[in-house]
C-alpha cells in the first residue's frame, strides 16, 4: 500500500472517530439539557440555579418539595429506564444482525409486563412487590424464546417469529386478567400497561439504579466482542474473542436491562426498537453502537414526557407518545429492511 492511501485510510479512519465522539457528545448535552428543563418546568417554573441546588442536597422553599420530592426521581426513572431500553435494544439488533430483534418485538417485555399484571391484578400487590415479580418473570419468559429458539445455534429471525408467538401469547394473558379484573385494579394496571413515570418515586429509583449502572457498564465494556461477533463466529474466535462466553454475557445484560425498565415503569413502547436505528443514523454506523443508542433512549424518553405533560391540553402517559412517534418510524424501517435485509 502507498503512503498515499496509508494517509488516506487514517483521515477516513479520523473521520469516523471524531464523527462518532462528536454525536456522543451532543447527545449527552441534549440529555443534560432535558434533564434542567424536566426538573425546572412545571405548573412552578423554577430557575436553573434553584433546582441545581436542590440536587445538590439545599433546602430551597418550595422548590425542595416540588423539584426534590416530586420530579428529581421522575426525571431520574426516565433517564435511567430510556438508558436500558436504548442499550437492550441496540445489544439484541447488532448481536442478531436484525432490526426487528428488539426486546419489545420478541416478547421480553411482555413477560415483565404480563407478570406485573398478575400480581397487581390477582396478588393486589403494587410499588416494589411488583417490581420483584416482574423482573424474574422477563428473564424466565427470555430463557424460554432461547430454548424454543435453539438449533444448533440461534439464528436471527427465528428467535424474532418465537419471540412475536410467545409475546402474542402473554398479551392474550394479559388480556384475560384485565377482562376479569374489578374496575379499579383495571384502571392502575392500564395505568402500568401504558408506560408511565407517574408513579415514579424516590422508592423505586434505588432499585432501578442499582441494577441498570452495573449491568450497563458491563455491556459498554463488552462492547468490542460485540463488534467481533457481527463478523461471525469463526472471525470473532479468530479475533481473540470468547463466544459463548461472550454472547451470553451480552445476551443476559440485556434481558436484565429489560426487565428491570419495564418493571419500573411499563412497557414504554418502541423506545428500545427505535434508539438503535437512530444512533445507527447519527453515527453513520461507526463504532459500537451501544453508548449512543443508549444517550438516544435516554432523550427519547425525557423528550416523550416532555410532550406528554405539557404539549396538550390533557396529559399523557409517556408511553402514548412513544407509540404515535414510533408507529411511522416502525413502518419506515420495515420497508428499509426489505432492502438491507433486516441490518439496522
Known amino acids: 500500500?502507498?503512503?498515499?492511501?496509508?494517509?488516506?485510510?487514517?483521515?477516513?479512519?479520523?473521520?469516523?472517530?471524531?464523527?462518532?465522539?462528536?454525536?456522543?457528545?451532543?447527545?449527552?448535552?441534549l440529555l443534560a439539557v432535558l434533564f434542567v428543563t424536566s426538573l425546572c418546568v412545571g405548573h412552578t417554573v423554577y430557575p436553573p440555579y434553584d433546582a441545581l441546588r436542590v440536587v445538590l442536597g439545599d433546602t430551597v422553599p418550595g422548590a425542595s418539595f416540588t423539584v426534590g420530592r416530586l420530579r428529581l426521581p421522575r426525571v431520574l426513572t426516565g433517564a435511567l429506564a430510556g438508558f436500558a431500553f436504548g442499550l437492550a435494544g441496540a445489544t439484541f439488533q447488532t448481536l442478531l444482525r436484525n432490526m426487528l430483534a428488539s426486546p419489545d418485538v420478541i416478547g421480553i417485555s411482555s413477560g415483565a409486563s404480563a407478570a406485573a399484571v398478575f400480581a397487581i391484578v390477582v396478588l393486589g400487590l403494587g410499588g416494589t412487590p411488583v417490581f420483584l415479580i416482574a423482573v424474574p418473570a422477563g428473564l424466565a419468559v427470555a430463557l424460554v424464546?432461547?430454548?424454543?429458539?435453539?438449533?444448533?445455534?440461534?439464528?436471527?429471525?427465528?428467535?424474532?417469529l418465537v419471540g412475536i408467538g410467545v409475546g402474542a401469547l402473554l398479551n392474550s394473558v394479559v388480556s384475560y386478567l384485565l377482562l376479569r379484573a374489578p374496575a379499579w385494579e383495571v384502571q392502575e394496571a392500564m395505568r402500568w400497561l401504558t408506560g408511565s413515570l407517574g408513579s415514579a418515586f424516590w422508592d423505586g429509583v434505588g432499585p432501578l439504579a442499582t441494577g441498570v449502572l452495573p449491568l450497563s457498564a458491563v455491556l459498554l465494556l463488552a462492547g468490542r466482542s460485540l463488534t467481533a461477533l457481527q463478523l461471525g463466529d469463526d472471525s470473532a474466535r479468530a479475533l481473540g474473542t470468547r463466544v459463548g462466553t461472550s454472547r451470553l454475557v451480552l445476551v443476559l445484560c440485556a434481558v436484565g436491562l429489560t426487565s428491570l425498565a419495564t418493571a419500573t415503569t411499563g412497557p414504554i413502547a418502541f423506545v428500545a426498537f427505535l434508539s438503535g436505528p437512530v444512533a445507527h443514523r447519527l453515527t453513520g454506523g461507526n463504532g459500537s453502537p451501544l453508548l449512543p443508542a443508549a444517550l438516544t433512549g435516554a432523550a427519547l424518553v425525557l423528550t416523550a414526557d416532555l410532550i406528554g405533560q405539557f404539549a396538550f391540553d390533557t396529559?399523557?402517559?409517556?408511553?402514548?407518545?412513544?407509540?404515535?412517534?414510533?408507529?411511522?418510524?416502525?413502518?419506515?424501517?420495515?420497508?428499509?429492511?426489505?432492502?438491507?435485509?433486516?441490518?439496522?
Not at 1 to 26: E, F, H, Q
Not at 316 to 340: D, E, K, M
Open 145 to 160: 424464546i432461547y430454548l424454543l429458539t435453539y438449533r444448533q445455534g440461534v439464528l436471527g429471525v427465528r428467535l424474532v
Open 1 to 29: 500500500m502507498s503512503p498515499s492511501s496509508v494517509a488516506l485510510v487514517r483521515r477516513g479512519r479520523l473521520r469516523r472517530i471524531r464523527r462518532r465522539r462528536t454525536v456522543v457528545a451532543g447527545l449527552t448535552v
Open 315 to 344: 396529559r399523557f402517559p409517556v408511553g402514548v407518545v412513544t407509540g404515535a412517534l414510533g408507529a411511522p418510524c416502525l413502518l419506515w424501517l420495515l420497508v428499509r429492511s426489505r432492502r438491507t435485509q433486516g441490518a439496522l
